[in-house]
């Protein structure tokens, strides 16, 4: 079964980028500036911004159903992002090089399945979940901060 993992997209967050310090932390956002290496995973590129890089750090609600299972998190996005990304039948990078909490929805938003798996075996976990046609869509998030890190679909 084929896959495509797609990011957020960057138009309402393009706007952010024009924003003072002050501004941004009134809407309790924050803009930072990368200092080590994969360590500030964009949610519109699926990568990492690299040291020097500029990011707003932001709560984001990413998922939005009217159930128990509604949800927003702490995101990053870098400053440089030019719009969505989308991939097939494999992950993006930043999603390989972590450990993912893998969280299988139905149409409603309810929770159906869950788990854990390296990034860079997660392919076949992925499928498996897919493969229950009670499960609409997973959400992937980064299993140690516990963040969004982007959407599954099936093909």
Request: charged share 25%; glycine share 6%; proline share 7%.
């Amino acid at each position: 079964m084929s896959f495509t993992v797609s990011s957020l997209p960057i138009e309402p967050f393009a706007p952010l980028f024009a924003l003072d310090d002050a501004a941004l932390a009134a809407r309790g956002m924050l803009r930072v500036v990368a200092d080590a290496r994969f360590a500030f995973p964009c949610r519109v590129t699926l990568d990492d911004a690299e040291p020097g890089e500029r990011l707003i750090l932001l709560n984001h609600q990413h998922q939005d159903a009217d159930t128990p299972f509604r949800s927003a998190y702490a995101i990053f996005v870098r400053e440089a992002a030019q719009g969505p990304v989308a991939t097939t039948g494999e992950l993006p990078p930043a999603l390989r090089r972590r450990l993912l909490s893998l969280r299988g929805f139905d149409a409603a938003g309810m929770l159906r399945d869950a788990d854990v798996v390296e990034g860079a075996a997660a392919e076949p976990v992925i499928e498996r979940m897919l493969a229950d046609s009670d499960v609409a869509y997973l959400h992937a998030h980064y299993a140690k901060p516990g963040c969004y890190a982007a959407r599954i679909d099936r093909l």
